[in-house]
């Protein structure tokens, strides 16, 4: 059986890998090794932007309807409040950090799937594989021993930390394993926790608080060393001697000990071959970035493949998901190891100096800013992006390899449109503030035109905004010229 693409893995990663594949007119099987989803509530956070990547997708609505809306960060050191952030303050529709368990985000992308037509197909593994310059032949294992040979155009390694893929193209996995050890703890808590993240700072080590709704938290706590079974005795032990002081934890549902890895590959493909998600990079859980990083590579290839596969682009385009999103992974990478290393100074100097200069730079506006930008993802983006056109400059930003804010459109019909709705069809958006400039027929498959609505305040009328269907900015001219528009697209899409 021949399949234009093979996603490996059903994680949060691959199924939304699958389904944006599928939304946009590939055939896609995707596999699973496990028999059954897994039922574990590993990653909480869902950052704005993976929102907006949602939403271009057309399906963050029973996210938002199950998930709990989250807005304000706090940190303590020695059961002091040291700062506030908030993130109700951020642009878009989506100005909080929605908290739902992994196991339901992952149910939800698989409705989603399965609503594009697609089933995951369980217990069945990526053996091996053999990479050719036309196509890739998989090896497949069943449940009941049997074994398949399959061709595909593309393999997609979305199989996490240990991928089957990563390791068939030999890459190496460069990074480390930090010394300390964790201890984490999802359970209900009794007494004043408050419906925020809470990050406390104490001269034993740090522990972390994240809500998960109907009294239920998240702990996450440093520990001297790794011993036998978490037990609650042990949280309760960490509340108490960290906490912001009355919690009570009770009827624990997971409790777990864990390392933090720190790792990344340099390059996401391989000829036919690609990886996403935890295959590609894992970092420390600070921030909560992982699963998100990796549904936003999902998001990052899916268009760019969909047009290859489509006939409609030349291979190309496909050029630019390594270095667009390795330069992400990379950056989140930074930022999270950061975060950890901060939280764990142990020597008491090094411990004042951080709480001194934390509490000064809490109070800057500049700081509170760069700190939720970057936690949201909003403020992740591809400066040097070799899909990037030309551009009229920063003064009209946002400029090429900027995150594309939504916006309303005017349309010919009454009904309301945005642009993260226009995007869903894949199609690049050439915006503009006045009457839409007309384009060649060989184009006007692939490129929809549209006029943002007076008094949108991110978009200048005088410039041309050329939108790509995973909502960045390709590129930007003035708006009396569109044939810079249609000289950029001629060059990319075939
Ligand atoms: C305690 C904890 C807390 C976390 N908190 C957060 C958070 O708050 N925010 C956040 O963004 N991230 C968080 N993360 C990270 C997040 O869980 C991962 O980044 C995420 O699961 C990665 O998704 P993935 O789809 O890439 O890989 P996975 O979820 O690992 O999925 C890979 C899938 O591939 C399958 N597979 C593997 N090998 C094969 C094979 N050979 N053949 C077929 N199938 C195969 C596996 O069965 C699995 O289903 C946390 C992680 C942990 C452990």
Redo the contacts with the bound molecule.
């Keep these: 059986m021949t399949a234009q693409v093979i996603v ?8 939304f890998m699958a389904a944006s594949l599928a939304r946009l007119g590939v055939g896609v099987r995707i ?4 028999a059954a ?2 039922d ?8 704005p932007r ?1 929102l907006e990547q949602l939403d271009i997708h057309g399906a963050v609505d029973p996210f938002l309807t199950e998930g709990l809306k989250i807005t304000d960060v706090h940190l303590m050191a020695q059961r002091r409040s040291l700062a506030r952030a908030s993130l109700g303050q951020l642009p878009g529709a989506y100005p909080f950090a929605l908290f739902l368990p ?1 196991s339901d985000t ?1 149910r939800l992308l698989s409705a989603d799937l399965l609503r594009l037509g697609v089933t995951v197909e369980r217990s ?4 091996s594989f053999e990479p050719a310059p036309t196509h890739v032949t998989a090896v ?1 294992g069943h449940a009941d021993g049997s074994t398949e040979t399959v061709r595909a155009d593309w393999l997609l390694g ?8 990563r390791h068939g193209l030999s890459l190496p996995f460069d990074g480390e394993t930090l010394t300390s050890d964790w201890v ?1 703890a999802d359970l209900m808590l009794d007494g004043p926790a408050a419906a925020e993240v809470l990050i406390s700072w104490t001269p034993d080590g740090v522990l972390a608080l ?1 809500p998960m709704g109907r009294g239920r938290f ?1 702990v ?1 706590a440093d520990v001297p060393e790794s011993q036998g079974e978490v037990t609650l005795d042990e949280v309760q032990r960490l509340l108490e001697g960290r906490g912001p002081g009355g919690l009570t934890g009770r009827d624990p549902i997971w409790l ?1 000990r ?1 390392k933090i890895n720190e790792r990344k590959v340099a390059r996401y493909r391989v000829g036919r071959v690609f990886l ?5 990079h ?1 970092h420390s ?1 600070a ?9 936003q590579d999902a998001a990052n290839l899916a268009w760019k493949l969909a047009l290859v596969c489509r006939g409609k682009a030349g291979e190309g385009i496909l050029d630019s998901y390594s270095p667009e999103r390795s330069a992400i992974g990379d950056l989140v990478l930074r930022n999270a190891g950061r975060m950890t290393r901060v939280a764990l100074f142990r020597a008491r100097w090094l411990q004042l100096v951080r709480n001194g200069i934390v509490r000064v730079a809490a109070r800057l506006p500049a700081f509170r800013r760069r700190l939720v930008g970057d936690l949201s993802e909003l403020d992740l983006y591809y400066p040097d992006s070799p899909l990037n056109g030309p551009s009229i400059g920063r003064w009209a930003a946002p400029a090429p390899g900027d995150r594309a804010p939504d916006c309303p459109l005017v349309g010919a019909s009454m009904r309301k449109t945005r642009l993260f709705e226009k995007l869903r069809a894949g199609r690049f958006v050439l915006l503009s503030g006045e009457t839409a400039p007309a384009l060649p027929e060989t184009l006007a498959k692939l490129v929809e035109t549209a006029r943002f609505a007076a008094g949108t305040e991110v978009y200048r009328p005088e410039v041309l905004y050329l939108i790509r269907p995973d909502g960045y900015v390709a590129m930007t001219a003035p708006a009396d010229q569109p044939d810079a528009a249609t000289a950029y697209l001629s060059v990319l899409l075939a």
């Design positions: 490996v893995g059903a994680g949060p990663v691959g199924l596999i699973d090794q496990a989803p897994s574990k509530s590993k990653a909480l956070v869902i950052w993976t992994q992952e069945v593994e990526l053996r497949l979305c199989d996490g930390a240990h991928s089957a893929v984490l994240f998240r996450i777990a864990f996403a998600g935890d295959a590609a894992i859980p921030g909560g970035q992982g699963m998100n990083t990796g549904l």
